[in-house]
């Protein structure tokens, strides 16, 4: 039984190691993947779900993967990059603030509003003023 003890051992060692490198290369196609999928799409709804689809995952598998991967969880990944692409956009004057929420993926500036303030402890209005008046580079 010796033998086939560290037959099993080997095999069960094998079928882990082949499995913590098929879920690596999953987390990095995912990685890859939804880096594009996000900023092509992250002014539209998005959701975990279709993201799990292209991949044949579970939703589950596929948000528990997604966030060990980048260590945000989809939904915190979204608000980051919109987010940061709003700081950027108001830097442009000419651009309201209903114009920035809508380019940004916010259907209501208000909504828009309250997730920029959580996220930068200062409204977009706020943000933009201190911008134009040198207190913020």
């Avoid at 509003?113 to 977009?124: A, Q, R, W």
């Amino acid at each position: 039984w010796s033998i086939k003890s560290d037959a099993l051992q080997d095999l069960a060692m094998c079928a882990l190691l082949h499995d913590n490198a098929l879920t690596q290369y999953i987390s990095e196609e995912l990685q890859n993947h939804s880096d594009v999928y996000i900023k092509n799409n992250f002014t539209q709804r998005l959701f975990l779900k279709e993201l799990a689809t292209q991949f044949a995952l579970s939703p589950n598998y596929c948000c528990s993967l997604f966030t060990k991967t980048t260590g945000l969880t989809f939904s915190q990944y979204i608000t980051k990059l919109r987010m940061e692409k709003a700081l950027l956009l108001l830097q442009n004057p000419t651009l309201t603030i209903n114009d920035i929420a809508g380019l940004t993926g916010y259907d209501d500036q208000i909504y828009f509003s309250k997730v920029f303030k959580k996220y930068y402890s200062l409204t977009p209005s706020q943000y933009r003023d201190k911008m134009s008046s040198g207190g913020i580079q």
